[in-house]
Structure formats: structure tokens, C-alpha cells
């Protein structure tokens, strides 16, 4: 199981409301936050509270599954509120070579526009 929180993390300085962020939805597990440099009409990032550097960190552990759900839950939640339910996209980049800048687990969702395949 990942440690609780990183100090030098940006996505757990965020967490702790030491950074500003336009929250759009918390529970006890999750926070989603609008993407600050969006690349479709619909961006939001969803983080777990814990520190959890990337999917690759995940466990079969219950309290890992609960998480992964509650991320899901939570972007379910974004999709309805947003009417994004005939389409949209989640991605996850694991590690620099795919794109992850911040080494803090975060599930991005994209709508409100035609995707393309592939994506990068």
C-alpha cells in the first residue's frame, strides 16, 4: 500500500489545499479537479486522497479495489453531471515514457468533443 501522503508531490499538496484547485467533487477517498490546461471542452482529473504513485502501485489489497472504485464512482458522477453519457474517455498514463507528469495517480476524463483513434 502506498504512504498516505508525499510532501514534495504536487497532486498531495493539492489534496491538503496547499495549491489552489477548481474542485468539482470530493468524498473521503477521491477529489476531481478541472484539468488546468484542458484539451477538450470537458477536463477533470480524479485523484486519490493517498498518495498512490501510479496504477503500476495498485494491490489486489481491498482497500486498493475500493479506490479504484471510487475513482470510477466519482467520474460516473462527472459524466452525468456534465451529460457526457454518448461519449467520452479515461485515461491513465503510467510512468514519463507515456506521459505522466506527475507521479501521483490520476484518472483523467475527456468529453464534450469527437476523440480520434488512436489517441497519442
Not at 15 to 37: G, K, L
Request: aromatic share 4%.
Amino acid at each position: 500500500m502506498a504512504q498516505d501522503r508525499d510532501p514534495n508531490c504536487l497532486f498531495c499538496r493539492l489534496e491538503a489545499r496547499e495549491i489552489p484547485s477548481d474542485r468539482v467533487y470530493e468524498d473521503d477517498q477521491v477529489i476531481v479537479f478541472r484539468d488546468v490546461n484542458p484539451r477538450a471542452p470537458t477536463h477533470v482529473l480524479a485523484i486519490p486522497r493517498r498518495h498512490v504513485p501510479s496504477i503500476h502501485a495498485l494491490t489486489d489489497s481491498p482497500a486498493d479495489t475500493a479506490l479504484l472504485a471510487a475513482l470510477f464512482a466519482a467520474l460516473r458522477k462527472m459524466v452525468a453531471d456534465a451529460g457526457l453519457e454518448d461519449g467520452y474517455r479515461v485515461v491513465t498514463n503510467v510512468g514519463p515514457a507515456a506521459g505522466q507528469s506527475v507521479p501521483h495517480l490520476h484518472l483523467h476524463l475527456l468529453g464534450g468533443r469527437a476523440m480520434s483513434w488512436p489517441p497519442g
